[in-house]
């Protein structure tokens, strides 16, 4: 759906590297473009230390609509892992940190859909940073609201999904526990 570039912020006082989403040329259909505003909005709504954060969003001048967020240098977490061919408790504290930002997400009605370890950087410092909430979606008690959470077809990654995601069911907090377990699985047997 989108396209992130390393890119500067750059204003009058300070300068500020930023990864830069914009919506890819020819996907700028009004489901698409309320897909991304949807993403942006739930973004904005996830401060939390391993969650990467939105910095500003719009549109450009040619009407392309973006979002800069925090630009994260970091790996994926099983390559993290692996090259660095970390003890088991190690990676089990990396992925307490992963954890607490689904659990943060959770709580504010937050399904990601797309757990993955390529959405899970971390940082040389070792901090874990959450990304793409591109088909994350807001829960709600609205019944209405609640036959959204179906993930379309395509819109996942099948490694990952939950047997809910690849069957076409409603998803719900649990199927992000789900792909969770499936990350932690392959951390701890490096498969």
């Given at each position: 759906?989108g ?20 919506l ?6 009004e489901?698409m473009?309320?897909r991304?505003s949807?993403?942006r ?26 979002f ?8 994926p ?23 607490s ?57 099948p ?33």
């Amino acid at each position: 759906m989108g396209i992130v570039f390393e890119a500067v912020r750059q204003r009058d006082d300070f300068s500020q590297l930023v990864a830069l989403k914009l919506l890819k040329k020819g996907m700028d259909s009004e489901a698409m473009l309320r897909r991304f505003s949807h993403e942006r909005q739930i973004l904005a709504s996830l401060e939390h230390p391993n969650i990467a954060r939105l910095l500003d969003g719009g549109r450009s001048e040619e009407g392309t609509p973006f979002f800069a967020m925090e630009f994260v240098k970091g790996q994926p977490i099983d390559d993290f892992c692996n090259e660095r061919n970390l003890s088991v408790f190690q990676r089990l504290r990396l992925f307490l940190q992963v954890c607490s930002a689904v659990s943060f997400a959770h709580s504010r009605l937050v399904v990601h859909r797309d757990l993955k370890p390529s959405n899970i950087l971390v940082t040389a410092e070792g901090t874990i940073k959450l990304l793409d909430f591109g088909i994350a979606k807001i829960l709600s008690s609205d019944a209405d609201l609640q036959t959204q959470t179906v993930t379309q077809l395509g819109m996942m990654t099948p490694k990952y999904a939950s047997p809910e995601q690849i069957s076409g069911q409603i998803v719900s907090t649990s199927s992000d526990i789900y792909s969770l377990g499936l990350i932690l699985y392959e951390l701890l047997t490096g498969i």
